[in-house]
């Protein structure tokens, strides 16, 4: 009898033991799919202003492959990517089979970002997102933020500095992969 409640005990705490695993699991899964962009998502038109005064529509459907880094002037992790982004940018633009827009995205105000660009000496074309909504809507609430966009939906993402060669070659490798 006693072996017979020990064992249903046994059995009982690992049923429960595994449901909280996977309640985990499933909590970390929505926290990562709510607050930061992943594979598969699809991404909306939307049309932006640049620094220079240019007008340039991002995602939607069917839409172009960009590879969009998106920053903010006052974070110390957008400043460590920044060499690790323009070699990226470098390397896409030399590349003619690659066939990636390559896009900077600022969440910061527009004197910050033009006088950001002219410090840095960034040669892309750099976005304006003041817009928090579309910014929320694109999960670019963290930063810095490399996504790269293919046919509207995200096919690659990571929130984090882009300064080490692995990651450098991370984001070579997924934009140059997917066509």
Not at 14 to 23: C, I
Not at 59 to 80: A, D, H
Not at 133 to 157: C, E, F, I, Q
């Amino acid at each position: 009898m006693a072996v017979e409640i020990a064992l249903r005990f046994t059995v009982a705490f690992w049923r429960l033991t595994r449901q909280s695993a996977e309640l985990r699991a499933e909590l970390a899964h929505s926290r990562t799919s709510a607050f930061q962009p992943h594979v598969g998502m699809p991404v909306p038109a939307f049309r932006a202003s640049t620094v220079a005064g240019d007008s340039i529509t991002l995602g939607g459907e069917g839409g172009p492959r960009q590879l969009l880094f998106f920053f903010s002037t006052s974070r110390g992790f957008c400043l460590q990517s920044l060499e690790g982004w323009k070699q990226v940018a470098d390397v896409l633009s030399d590349d003619s089979t690659s066939a990636v827009q390559v896009l900077w995205v600022s969440l910061s105000s527009a004197d910050s970002t033009k006088e950001y660009v002219e410090r840095h000496g960034i040669l892309q074309p750099v976005l304006l997102m003041n817009d928090r909504k579309m910014a929320g809507v694109y999960h670019a609430n963290l930063v810095p933020l490399t996504v790269l966009l293919d046919g509207g939906r995200v096919s690659y993402a990571r929130v984090r500095a882009i300064s080490h060669a692995e990651t450098i070659d991370s984001v070579l490798a997924a934009a140059i992969r997917i066509r």
